[in-house]
């Protein structure tokens, strides 16, 4: 295998590490509504979780998105 087919096959992968990130942020919001939904009253004490949840699986996806770009273009 070639340089360049190794590159655009980790560049691949990342792009899967993306899509993955993805299906974590929605199980994130779908867990947090799911228990707003049994508990009202207790989803405002909750909404800091959430958001820290989101921040966590985007970071992810954005990791992964930087390593693609930089495998394709710099590497």
């Not at 990342?14 to 228990?35: D, H, K, R, W």
């Not at 909404?47 to 990791?63: K, N, P, S, V």
Request: charge should be negative; proline fraction near 1%; aromatic fraction near 8%.
């Amino acid at each position: 295998m070639d340089a360049n087919a190794a590159k655009l096959l980790g560049a691949g992968l990342a792009a899967i590490g993306m899509g993955i990130a993805a299906l974590g942020v929605g199980n994130v919001f779908a867990a947090f509504l799911e228990g707003a939904l049994r508990n009202p009253g207790a989803a405002d004490g909750q909404q800091g979780r959430l958001f820290i949840g989101f921040a966590g699986a985007e970071l992810l996806g954005l990791l992964a998105f930087v390593t693609m770009i930089i495998l394709v273009f710099v590497a």
